[in-house]
């Protein structure tokens, strides 16, 4: 079955130190993997996607389809970061998203 | 705003009831998607309509049905409302079909059953 996870609920990070935010998937077929992400009192935006390969203020995420991961990375946090992350994962039989279920980043003084 | 818009932003009801949620999807855009944000569940893919066809469906309850019309809005309707059924629906819209395109998302309808 199809599964994203995201293994931390909530991460706290002191201003400019280096972000990781974990994502898995599970599927079989060939995934094309999102990040959203969702301000306070904002709307769910698209971060970035793997097939874009950009890097979009400041994170970057690679897909690995060895270790079926998908991690959002940034070297260097800053508070207005501080957000719901979500990982999710288009299958390509009906272009369907499934999501993970979020981590909050808090980014600390 | 020519972004995706929902109405009305926030629901109160009782247990029971029926309900509408209203989607406009951004010009131009013609695929339509439905998701359900609750606390326990997560984000959950209801329903996805393209040119106003049925496209998938994923875990949508079938006291639950969704349309979208000719000039592509969309409306969910929510029928014996539960408990449960409190959430975010959340509405999405993308150019097409295809598995490429970027979905752009509303800001949400709160809806609470009382």
């Known amino acids: 079955a199809q599964r994203v996870t995201q293994p931390e609920k909530l991460l706290s990070v002191f201003k400019g130190a280096p972000v990781e935010l974990k994502c898995n998937y599970s599927?079989?077929?060939?995934?094309?993997l999102f990040w959203y992400v969702q301000y306070s009192r904002q709307r769910l935006q698209l971060l970035l996607r793997?097939?874009?390969?950009?890097s979009i203020k400041g994170f970057t995420a690679d897909l690995n389809k060895g270790e079926t991961s998908f991690h959002l990375k940034k070297p260097f946090a800053q508070e207005e970061d501080s957000a719901m992350y979500y990982c999710?994962?288009?299958?390509?039989?009906?272009?369907?998203?499934?999501w993970g279920a979020g981590t909050k980043l808090i980014i600390k003084p | 705003d020519s972004g995706v818009t929902q109405t009305p932003k926030h629901l109160i009801t009782a247990t029971g009831q029926r309900v509408t949620l209203r989607c406009s999807p951004r010009?131009?855009?013609?695929?339509v998607y439905w998701y359900q944000q609750s606390l326990d569940q997560g984000l959950q893919f209801l329903i996805h309509?393209?040119?106003?066809?049925?496209?998938a469906k994923g875990n949508i309850l079938e006291r639950f049905s969704a349309q979208q019309f000719p000039d592509l809005h969309s409306e969910l309707n929510l029928s014996s409302l539960e408990l449960g059924d409190s959430a975010l629906y959340f509405c999405?819209?993308?150019?097409?079909?295809?598995?490429?395109?970027?979905?752009?998302f509303g800001p949400g309808t709160r809806l609470t059953v009382l």
């Open positions: 999405a819209s993308s150019v097409g079909d295809r598995q490429r395109d970027t979905q752009y």
């Open positions: 010009s131009g855009d013609l695929s």
């Open positions: 309509y393209y040119n106003g066809e049925e496209r």
């Open positions: 599927y079989s077929g060939s995934p094309e």
């Open positions: 793997h097939i874009s390969r950009e």
């Open positions: 999710a994962l288009r299958v390509d039989s009906n272009y369907q998203l499934i």
